[in-house]
């Protein structure tokens, strides 16, 4: 999780990430995620 290419948008869905170094707070708080460093709950709906 360290280059950000795979940022994306989490619209709905419970996950945990164990990376966020390339986010903003601001980011972090619209829900987007590293793809590569989020961990799914269950189903998510991306954008």
Not at 3 to 12: A, E, F, M, N, Y
Not at 21 to 40: F, K, N, Q, R, W
């Amino acid at each position: 999780g360290v280059c950000g290419c795979c940022k994306t948008k989490v619209v709905s869905g419970e996950y945990t990430v164990s990376s966020t170094m390339t986010l903003t707070d601001a980011e972090i708080a619209e829900g987007y995620v590293l793809a590569c460093s989020c961990h799914p709950q269950g189903d998510l709906v991306l954008a």
